[in-house]
């Protein structure tokens, strides 16, 4: 199986930040990568898939970049609505697997 | 509206047996392959089970495998998983998922829609 490094475990942050969560593989996936946002309580979302693809009606200020081995996540201006888990997959090879996940929360 | 619903989760004892279903509505269920994801309390998201979208093929986690069954029904627009021999380990929140047709690789993929979860808790 492919394991992913997710980094960091905890990001303190102020509404319109800009905050970049970082996202490492044991091995090579292409772009083969998805982020989901999940909310306490709720199931995942998908935001983002193929790596930089925004998932429709995703806003924009969410971003994505990366291939082969280490991939970002980026929020240009943190809305309140933000702060939530945030986790990558990769659908490169079986299993599918996730990272550890990301907790943004309020500074 | 695209909906998967969950059910069936609970309290059940350890070396017991639990259903959970997932129904879908406002997609065409027969064309998704289908995928069960469990979440165990304040942890990471992990890949459970997926089914093909005629049923004739299947695939487990190592972890479950030999105790877990997934099985569709598209006449009846829904999934389900069958869960023996539960074990404490086992206890997590339960969502069925489908596997997007865009974000694929072969025949692994990201997940598009969720269900909102079942929560299984496996104690004496």
């Known amino acids: 199986a492919i394991w992913m490094t997710q980094s960091p475990s905890l990001l303190s942050a102020s509404t319109g930040d800009r905050v970049t969560i970082s996202c490492r593989m044991s091995?090579?996936?292409?772009?083969?990568l998805a982020w989901y946002q999940q909310k306490p309580g709720k199931a995942p979302e998908l935001l983002i898939y193929a790596a930089s693809t925004l998932q429709s009606g995703v806003p924009s200020r969410f971003s994505g970049s990366g291939s082969g081995t280490d991939f970002t996540l980026t929020i240009s201006c943190l809305q309140s609505e933000d702060f939530a888990t945030y986790y990558c997959q990769q659908y490169y090879s079986f299993p599918p697997t996730f990272g550890q996940g990301t907790k943004v929360e309020i500074k | 509206e695209v909906q998967l619903v969950e059910s069936g989760g609970g309290l059940v004892q350890p070396g017991g047996s639990l259903r959970l279903s997932c129904a879908a509505s406002g997609f065409t269920f027969s064309s998704y392959w289908m995928h069960w994801v469990r979440q165990a309390p304040g942890k990471g998201l992990v890949w459970v089970s997926r089914i093909n979208s005629d049923g004739s093929s299947t695939s487990y986690a190592d972890s479950v495998k030999g105790r877990f069954t997934i099985s569709r029904d598209n006449a009846k627009n829904t999934l389900y998983l069958q869960m023996n021999s539960l074990r404490a380990e086992d206890t997590a929140v339960y969502y069925c998922?489908?596997?997007?047709?865009?974000?694929?690789?072969?025949?692994?993929?990201?997940?598009?829609?969720w269900g909102q979860g079942t929560m299984v808790t496996v104690s004496s």
């Open positions: 091995q090579g996936i292409s772009s083969y």
């Open positions: 998922a489908s596997g997007s047709p865009i974000a694929v690789a072969g025949t692994v993929s990201a997940f598009d829609i």
